[in-house]
């Protein structure tokens, strides 16, 4: 998957839903953590979307609870011809087993997301600088989800988007939480490459998130 350009992503569990993205979307992401079958799911997959695997972990916000387990799912769907990228929690590329996942997706030309979700807080600029320096080096797109609770939250996060952006570096940024429900739209402004939206607003995967078709005009507005 190319992230040269922003690629707005329609979060789904079910892959079924792909069709109502298509107006859009530039790709789905599919939140395997949430589905019961989801190598099944992806094996049957005849849509015209590419996807952006995640099986996200519970300890980062996800339902996936078993890490060996999930990340060996994960690695095989980095594998399948419908896959244009996969999401592996920061953590698990520099302190676990999600490097066996990039390694089998560099294989078969799978771009790799290194993630990093802080459902707390806003870090201090050096701190998002860290995470995302570490990020872009283990991986081709390196994303950081803050929460967000006041307005010069966002503007930290957009100044080190913009900073990053600038050195030629592949970011994904976002602030969660209503202070920060704004960024999703203006971030690719500042250089965030990849945005995620659910098609239905009661089917949101993360705090604050606008629906596709809100965030798809609003980021084409703002062009």
Do not use: R
């Given at each position: 998957m190319d992230f040269e350009e922003f690629v707005l992503t329609a979060s789904l569990a079910d892959l079924d839903a792909e069709p109502r993205a298509r107006d859009h979307a530039d790709a789905v992401e599919f939140r395997m953590d949430l589905a019961s079958d989801p190598l099944a799911e992806l094996r049957e997959y005849d849509g015209e979307l590419p996807v952006l695997a995640t099986n996200r972990a519970v300890w980062e916000g996800g339902e996936a609870e078993d890490d060996e387990d999930r990340l060996a799912v994960l690695a095989e769907a980095a594998?399948?011809?419908?896959?244009?990228?996969?999401?592996?929690?920061?953590?698990s590329l520099t302190a676990g087993e999600g490097e066996r996942v990039a390694e089998r997706a560099r294989r078969t030309g799978t771009s790799v997301v290194a993630s990093v979700h802080d459902f707390e807080r806003t870090p201090p600029k050096p701190e998002l600088r860290g995470d995302l320096e570490t990020a872009t080096e283990v991986a081709d797109v390196g994303k950081l989800a803050v929460t967000a609770e006041s307005r010069s939250d966002v503007l930290d996060l957009l100044a080190v988007t913009h900073e990053f952006d600038a050195a030629g570096e592949c970011v994904a940024t976002m602030a969660m939480g209503e202070p920060g429900r704004h960024s999703r739209a203006v971030a690719p402004l500042y250089g965030s490459k990849i945005g995620y939206a659910p098609?239905?607003?009661?089917?949101?995967?993360?705090?604050?998130q606008y629906d596709l078709e809100t965030l798809s005009r609003l980021v084409e507005y703002l062009k």
């Open positions: 594998e399948l011809a419908c896959v244009g990228a996969v999401d592996v929690e920061l953590k098609v239905e607003p009661a089917d949101a995967t993360a705090p604050g």
